[in-house]
């Protein structure tokens, strides 16, 4: 029982959780001195001190304001700033205080002070950034490895920040030709319901009173708010248990990510924009790991999950283990069937050539003129479509309110 008490004990003492502290005092000359020291309690901080024979007079805990998370955006910014600051000559640590204390977001200067007390500690920046998982992925701390390795780390923090930047690029892009068809269809739903549970009752009690035949597309819009109206619970609670039920599922299970993912490929408008900006993502992620000098099996652990579809996920491992078996790139993508030619070409041509990350590079420069291309060519085509489509449904409902008033002044 002893043996197994203390590993226990010691792994408590090492998860001890530690807080930053600013501390004033005199040293033995009486000059005011102050500093920071990040320790588990005020106590230790007094001892520390007390034996670097400093009198502490006053203590006062670091707080951070409450609120914000850390956003991808955020992430390509301090990488950014950090590949500036280090290529300036700025310390590392004092570079870590300067963006940590200078940041808006308050969980962004916590996150990276965090991370600059574990580097004081002694630990490599790969091994600091690996405790924070959520934030920073596989292919991050795979590429800061590599760079202290090589001696190269404010190269490499400046590919990884134009890499960041790019991905960023490519999904703000999708987002926003997204979300104007998404918003239009919901205020479309909520202006439809409106009228529906609200006006078209009223129009009806108008409707009896004349005592007259309706016409039959009256009838029908009549009909179907009667049905909203007694049923608007069921509706509403279907669609948002619906969406609930869709994102649930989505985020927790593989086979329905891998499903939604092969379905949103062959979208017949969409489809070809989402496939030209997975493989720009996926050949970008390779092209960025290969020339910080990982060899090419350890970098498809990484290129997978970044592609962001798992469909690609999953060819990702499948050309992986041919790779790993001794078939070349170039021949395990074909096997995949997920690459048109264009690519398999470019990257032989990079194998032959011994120039794989150039090639690579230039693909994902190609793919990603045509997303830009395409989403615009998308967004310039959408905005007469959702106005004829909104012009059919919420014309169609006015005109057929109307009709029996028409009727009327002609028979008056």
Known sequence: MATAANPAKARQRFETKEFTYFWVGKNRAGKIVRGELRAASEAVV???????????TRITKQRFRRGGKVAEKDIALFTRQLATMMKSGVPLLQTFDIVGRGHDNPAVGKLLLDIKADVET???MSQAFRKYPVHFDALYCNLIAAGEQAGILETLLDRLATYKEKMLAIKSKI????????????????ITAIIMLFVIPAFKDVFTSFGADLPTPTLLVIAMSDFFVEYWYLIFGSIFGAVFLFFYTWKRSEKMQFFLDRLFLRLPIFGPIITKSVIARWTRTLATMFSAGVPLVESLDSVGGAAGNYVYKKGTFQIQGEVS??????AAMQNTNLFPNMVNQMVAIGEESGSLDSMLGKVADFFESEVDDAIEALSS????????????VIG???IAMYLPIFKLGSVV
Request: charged share 10%; no cysteine.
């Open 396 to 398: 169609g409902l006015v």
């Open 122 to 124: 002694g630990m490599s």
């Open 46 to 56: 007094n001892a520390t001190l007390r034996r670097q024979g400093i009198l502490v």
């Open 175 to 190: 987002k926003s030709a997204l979300f104007y068809p998404v918003a239009i269809i919901i205020v479309a739903f909520i």
């Open 381 to 392: 085509l959408m905005e007469p479509i959702i106005m004829v489509v909104l012009g059919v």
């Open 325 to 330: 078996a001794g078939t070349s790139l170039t």
